[in-house]
Every structure is written in C-alpha cells, then in structure tokens.
C-alpha cells in the first residue's frame, strides 16, 4: 500500500498562473519531504525540500507547505513559466535512508 | 563533471537470462541508490549503500543482487529475469543535508524482460 500518493497524474497550467501540485501521505513519523523534477529521458532532480517541524519552505519561485495534520503536502510554483513543464515526484523520509515517492504529477505550462 | 552515469541506458533480455546494471559516480558521495519505476507507481528502493563494501535491502528486494566493491560504483545484478523485472532503473548517489540526503539521479536504464 502506498504511504505517499499523488492523486493527480496530471495538471495543465497557462504560463504567468499559479501551479499547484499536490501530495498526501498516511504515515505520521515521516521527518522529510521532498519534491523532485523529472524531464523526459533525464532521471529526477532535487527541487525542493521541507523539514515536519516547518508548514513552509520557499525557495525563489517554488513554495511547498506541509499540513501535518491532512497528512498533505503542496508545491507552488509562481508565476509558472513553460521550463517548468515536467514530472513532479514528492517523497517522504521515516528516520533511516529510505525515502518514499509518489507516482507523479506531469504538469504542462501552456505558453 | 559526469555526475552519476548508468551503463547500458537500454537493454532487451528474454526470461532467465543474467545481467548486470552499472552505476557510477564521481562526486566522492558514501550512499548510492538502485530504484526501479513502474507505471503507476512512485519509484521504488531496491537495495542502497551507505559506503564501499556495504550495502542493505530497501523496499522492494527480491530478485535482485548488489555490489560496492568501490565507492564510485554499485552493480545491480539481475540473476535470473523475469518479465516483471521489466522497468525503468535509476541509480543515485546521496549527498548529506542538514538531516537527510540529496539523491542524484543518473539517467535510467530501460529494461524490458521478454
């Protein structure tokens, strides 16, 4: 049974708008949150992380809030620009070295 | 810089044969990473490292062998294929954060198991 899920497969915004990316996940101990970027053909790349102990991180156009008691956690991106068109995996870390991944969101930006 | 590199980067066995998957890595990082993805399915940690001449099993093990004889590569070995085995692999190294590791990913190998 998946701990982290990603429920939307796919989200298309107009370039300038905001993008909202969702996650939700069911296990209470997990400590890390963390969002990765995937273009085709390439593996994923480290975006943007979130500590349980913070609701929000910021890091110049990307924003991920963390609810703990949903269990849910979002990605903002604003204003969306079409570079950010790719897949969008969260994961989440129980103390160890194992992180869990959701299935994905591809999020095309409409120019 | 190279970053992690995957070798082969597409590959086609039939049912029972061997292979093994390479993984390299030039930033000097203890921990490397095998994942596989399936439709459907977030990546999934089949075995990882935390340093040369270690390795542990992650979630999804079975049918699977690893090695760490240096710390700049991990092999994935697949010792008898089976058509489930069929996937996208990706392989990373780790970098400490403050708290948690970065993964690096390499850029995958596709396998298909016929």
């Known amino acids: 049974d998946q701990q982290v899920k990603q429920n939307s497969p796919s989200l298309s915004v107009q370039e300038g708008r905001i993008s909202i990316l969702n996650c939700d996940y069911t296990?209470?101990?997990?400590?890390?949150f963390l969002w990765y970027k995937k273009y085709p053909a390439e593996g994923p790349t480290f975006l943007i992380s979130i500590s349980s102990i913070k609701d929000k991180n910021e890091d110049g156009r990307f924003t991920v809030f963390l609810n703990k008691s949903a269990k849910h956690l979002s990605l903002h991106i604003v204003p969306s620009q079409p570079g950010d068109s790719a897949v969008y995996f969260c994961?989440?870390?129980?103390?160890?070295?194992?992180?869990?991944f959701g299935t994905g969101t591809s999020l095309t930006v409409i120019p | 810089n190279a970053g992690v590199t995957q070798t082969p980067k597409f590959r086609v066995l039939k049912t029972g044969q061997s292979m093994t998957l390479l993984c390299a890595q030039d930033?000097?990082?203890?921990?490397m990473y095998w994942y596989r993805q399936d439709p459907g399915m977030g990546l999934r940690l089949i075995h990882y490292s935390v340093g040369e001449g270690t390795t542990a099993k992650g979630e999804v093990p079975d049918g699977y062998n690893v090695s760490r004889l240096k710390k700049q590569n991990f092999l994935l070995g697949l010792e008898s294929a089976a058509p489930s085995q069929t996937s996208v692999y990706f392989c990373a190294s780790g970098r400490p954060r403050r708290g948690w590791t970065e993964a690096f990913f390499g850029q995958g190998t596709r396998l298909t198991v016929v």
């Open positions: 296990n209470s101990m997990f400590d890390y």
């Open positions: 994961a989440a870390r129980e103390t160890g070295n194992q992180f869990y």
């Open positions: 930033m000097n990082h203890e921990y």
